[in-house]
């Protein structure tokens, strides 16, 4: 019987109901994929914070998940602080769950010792240790209220400081208790991404887009960007990215300059966690400026808060590729440039898992 749109039951379509139709589908998605973490092995070679120096007293031995593996940080009796691939090479015990003893790490299982270059120093019952007993070590910066390890034999670029002496500032470090689903690089993104200041954190700039200002290096780039913020608050930042992992701005939010270096950690591929170091002038004593800088802090707190918040969803949930863009997507487009060229290597690989 033919269907006319009368008859009743179930799934039938009510007589002149609409279907809407794809007229003109795509037969092919546009754009290039993008390298990810850990593929074929490999990860950026890019400075990538650890832990907080806070977290790391003397004396003290942490494991933190790092690349496709585990890794400690320690600091012996020197005070310095270093990370090191986190399996002992005698059986594969963690060294996370030993203890520091001087300037050495020593293992819980045979009370093997490591030195500060990560070389086995003695072993227990005295045999002589053997020389491929070794730990990896990385190269290893504290910077910023931060302990940061560089995926690589030798750094490409370092750590970037504030234009306001350290003398003249107060920082405070941040670990971002979450992680993001998302690699780090595709954070950093964000900052060459000038259309997602406008329409995801309410900003407008003074005159055209500054694609024009961006002083590029090869790992990076900075640019200056005065407009206002949300709630009409003017502003008069420089920015920049290093590498596919840091990024850090500084500059007058109002009435008073602030300064944010924010790292990506990468405890494993496809995903992130933010540390964060924010600096604010140093109150001159009296109780009436010790007031302001609090009252900073409250705002500079906020602020953060509410970027990260405004961000977190779309981090979580973004398949990201370098798709249909545009004129406006000028300094983005070269940015990707990078992250598809970046160097990447695994020299830690055998060691950390």
Known sequence: MPDDGSMAGAGARPKGAHIEMPRNNPTVRPGELMPREG?????????????????LDVGTIRGENFLDGKVIAWRGEDGVARVMSAFCPHVGADLSVGCVTGNHVQCAFHKWEYDKDGACAKTFIGDPAPKMAQLYKFPTQERHGIVWAFNGDEPLWDIPDFEKPSDDVIVRSIRVPNLFQCDPWVFAANTPDMQHFKAVHGMSFGGDDPHDAVEWNPYGFRYKLKGKHQDGVDIDWTLGIRGTSIFWQEGPYGDHW????????????????????????????????????????AITDMLLVRTVGEDTNILNSIHYRQGTLTAGDKTLKRYLKIVRDYPRAHPSGPFIS
């Not at 924010?262 to 924010?278: I, R, S, Y």
């Open 258 to 297: 602030f300064g944010a270096m924010v790292g990506f950690g990468l405890p494993e591929a496809g995903k992130h966690e933010a540390f964060a170091a924010v600096a604010l002038e140093k109150p001159d004593g009296s109780a009436a400026s010790q007031k302001r800088y609090e009252e900073q802090c």
């Open 39 to 55: 593929e074929n092995g490999v990860y950026s070679q890019s400075w990538f914070p650890i832990c907080l120096s806070s977290e």
